[in-house]
C-alpha cells in the first residue's frame, strides 16, 4: 500500500522515562516499515517527533527547548509532539513556529494515520507554513491503551504492560498526563514476549507507569502477569522495572527468588525516608513496610539489586525530618539511589503546603543522597568480586571490549582473555573495579 511517508527521512527525540523510549522506539520500527529512513547526522529531516516528558518543571523546559531546536535544524519539516508535556500543554505547543501537530495520550496510537492525513494539508499551504493542530481529549477521557514493545539501540527489550496511574501524589502530575490506570491482556503481553524470543531477544524489561496496579482494565493481576511470562520458551532473563512497595506482594517476591527468569533486582520508589514526608506526599505506605519489603527481599535473595527512587525538598522537608529520611535511607540494605529534588508542578496539591524548600538546600540534599548513594553501589559491587555470575553481553562501538549486566544488575567490563559474544549468556568471574570505577571487570571462568 502506498505511504506518503515512503522514502522519507525521520528524526526522533525522547525525553523522560524508559516507557517514553520503548513508545518511541516501536513508533520508529513502525514508520521504517511505510518506508521511512531515519535521518543522518547533518541531515535535514522530512519528519520530526519528539516524545516528551513533563515530571519536573525542568523537564517543561527541555521540551520546549528541544521544540525549538528542531524546528530550527530541520526547516520545513512536519513536526509533531507527543507525550505528557503534549497532553498537559496541547494548544500552546500547538503554537510554537513550526510545529505541525500535537498528539496527546488518547491518541498516541494513532500518530501515523494522523501524519499521513495531515501531511497532505501542510503541502496545500504556503511554503514553509505549519498546520499548528492539536488533537487531545481531556485527561478524564484517556481510556486507551496502546501496546509497545522494543529493543531501541540495545540487547534488551521493554515490554510495556500498564499505562496511567490511579495514585494522586501531591507533588505529582502523571495521572493528569497519562490518565487512569490501565493495562494490556495477559494474553496479548505474552504474544509480545513469544515475539522478542522469536526474533532472538534474551531480556525483557517489563515497564510502565505503575505496574504493580496491572489488571484495573482486564480483570486481571500482575501476578498472574508474571507467571504466565515465566512460562515463555526462549527468553531467559525479566526484569521488573519499577513497583510500588505496597504491590510488591511477598508472593511477588518468593516467586522472582526461585524462578530461573526474573532476575534479582528490583527497583522500589521510596520518596522519602521520613513518615510526615510520606504523609504529606499522600503515599500508601509508610518507613516501616518499607523496610520490611527491602528486608524480605535480602532474606530470600541476598545478592539482589534493589535500586531506590527519592525526592529531597518536597514541601514540607524540614532539615529534622531530610536528616531522619537520610538516616533511615543510610540504614537500608540497598543498592543504589536515583536522587530527584522536588519540582512545583502547577495543579498539584503539594503547592498547598506552606513550608517551601530554597533551591541550594535542595541542592546540599541531593548531593549527600548521591554521595550516599555512589557508596552502596561500590559496596554492592565489591561484595561480589572473585565471585561467577551470569551476564548477558550488549554490543559495543568498534574496537571497544563488550560490556554487559550480571544477574543481580552489576555492569561489567569485558577484560583482555574474557570470550564474549554480543546478546550470549556466559558466566565469568567478577574482577576489580575498571579506572572510571563504574564497572567490574570480567574474566574468563
Not at 516524545?51 to 520545513?76: E, L, M, Y
Not at 490511579?166 to 496479548?188: D, L, V
Not at 526474533?199 to 484495573?216: L, P, Y
Amino acid at each position: 500500500m502506498y505511504s506518503p511517508l515512503l522514502n522519507k527521512k525521520a528524526a526522533f527525540h525522547t525525553l523522560g522515562c524508559k516507557l517514553n523510549f520503548a513508545e518511541m522506539a516501536s513508533l520508529q520500527d513502525a514508520l521504517c516499515l511505510r518506508g521511512m529512513t531515519v535521518a543522518g547526522k547533518g541531515e535535514v529531516a522530512d519528519l520530526c517527533i519528539i516524545n516528551t516528558c513533563s515530571v519536573t518543571d525542568t523537564a517543561d523546559s527541555k521540551c520546549r527547548q528541544t521544540i525549538h531546536r528542531f524546528t530550527r535544524k530541520h526547516p520545513g519539516a512536519f513536526v509533531v509532539v507527543m507525550g505528557c508535556y503534549a497532553q498537559l500543554q496541547p494548544d500552546t505547543i500547538a503554537g510554537f513556529e513550526g510545529v505541525d501537530l500535537v498528539v496527546g495520550m488518547e491518541h498516541k496510537g494513532e500518530v501515523i494515520r494522523l501524519i499521513e492525513e495531515r501531511w497532505a494539508k501542510k503541502e496545500a499551504l504556503a511554503q514553509g507554513e505549519a498546520c499548528h493542530e492539536a488533537i487531545a481529549v481531556p485527561t478524564r477521557e484517556i481510556s486507551t491503551f496502546v501496546p509497545s514493545c522494543s529493543h531501541g539501540d540495545r540487547t534488551r527489550y521493554f515490554l510495556k504492560v500498564q499505562d496511567g496511574c490511579n495514585y494522586y501524589c501531591t507533588y505529582c502530575t502523571i495521572p493528569m498526563a497519562r490518565g487512569k490506570s490501565r493495562n494490556g491482556t495477559i494474553e496479548s503481553l505474552v504474544s509480545q514476549a513469544q515475539e522478542v524470543a522469536a526474533e532472538g531477544g534474551k531480556e525483557i524489561v517489563i515497564t510502565g507507569v505503575n505496574i504493580g496496579d496491572f489488571g484495573r482494565s482486564t480483570g486481571e493481576t500482575f501476578f498472574d502477569l508474571v507467571k504466565a511470562l515465566d512460562a515463555v520458551e526462549g527468553i531467559e532473563r525479566y526484569r521488573i522495572s519499577s513497583i510500588e512497595p505496597n504491590l510488591l506482594t511477598t508472593e511477588i517476591i518468593d516467586f522472582c527468588a526461585q524462578s530461573k527468569k526474573f532476575m534479582p533486582h528490583f527497583h522500589i520508589p521510596l520518596q522519602s525516608g521520613s513518615d510526615a514526608v510520606l504523609k504529606l506526599m499522600r503515599r500508601r505506605y509508610d518507613t516501616a513496610l518499607f523496610a520490611e519489603r527491602i528486608n524480605y527481599i535480602k532474606q530470600v535473595m541476598p545478592d539482589a539489586f534493589i535500586g531506590v527512587d527519592v525526592i529531597v525538598g518536597m514541601r514540607g522537608e524540614t532539615d529534622e525530618l531530610f536528616e531522619e529520611a537520610y538516616n533511615f535511607i543510610k540504614g537500608l540494605d540497598i543498592s543504589q539511589l536515583h536522587v530527584f529534588s522536588y519540582s512545583e508542578r502547577p495543579g498539584t496539591r503539594a503547592l498547598e503546603i506552606p513550608y517551601k524548600v530554597d533551591a541550594q538546600t535542595k541542592h546540599a540534599r541531593s548531593q549527600r543522597l548521591i554521595e550516599l548513594s555512589e557508596e552502596k553501589r561500590k559496596a554492592h559491587y565489591a561484595a561480589h568480586i572473585g565471585t561467577e555470575r551470569p551476564v548477558l553481553w550488549e554490543h559495543a562501538k568498534e574496537g571497544e571490549p563488550l560490556s554487559g549486566f550480571t544477574d543481580n544488575y552489576i555492569k561489567v567490563t569485558q577484560a583482555e582473555g574474557c570470550e564474549a559474544v554480543d546478546n550470549t549468556l556466559s558466566v565469568v568471574r567478577l574482577g576489580d573495579f575498571t579506572e572510571d570505577q563504574e564497572t567490574l571487570w570480567a574474566t574468563q571462568v
